[in-house]
């Protein structure tokens, strides 16, 4: 078992920044690519961005290109969420998900239905 705690969550103005982390254990956490995921209230859970084991692959979805930066500290078990220049599109609930062995990450793990573990959120708000 893998638990997840993700912190970091807050009310933000338009163009603000917040960076998001997500707290590992259990397991070998280098063991593990991770995904963040957000979901807005009445729509569907999506895809934000994930990052391999070592944190040498990375992947986002479109919309958060040059605005979000996933990262990872393997001896802190700890993957970070860095979001800057928020948009109020951008509120949600935001889920930190585990997948075990993954050498690169690409367009297959911006499936939920990929991930074996997930956090129990932070919400993150962005006021217009």
């Known amino acids: 078992q893998v638990q997840l705690v993700e912190s970091g969550g807050g009310l933000v103005q338009t163009g603000g920044s917040l960076r998001l982390s997500c707290a590992a254990s259990?397991?070998?956490?280098?063991?593990?690519?991770m995904g963040w995921f957000r979901q807005a209230p009445g729509k569907e859970r999506e895809f934000v961005a994930a990052?391999?084991?070592?944190?040498?692959?990375?992947y986002y979805r479109d919309s958060v290109k040059g605005r979000f930066t996933i990262s990872r500290v393997n001896a802190k078990n700890t993957v970070y969420l860095q979001m800057n220049s928020l948009k109020p599109d951008d509120t949600g609930a935001y889920y930190c998900?585990?997948?075990?062995?993954?050498?690169?990450?690409?367009?297959?793990?911006?499936?939920?239905?990929?991930?074996?573990?997930w956090g129990q959120g932070t919400q993150v708000t962005v006021s217009s």
């Open positions: 998900a585990a997948v075990l062995n993954r050498g690169s990450v690409s367009q297959r793990d911006s499936s939920a239905e990929e991930y074996d573990y």
């Open positions: 990052i391999n084991w070592s944190g040498g692959s990375t």
């Open positions: 259990g397991r070998t956490f280098s063991d593990y690519a």
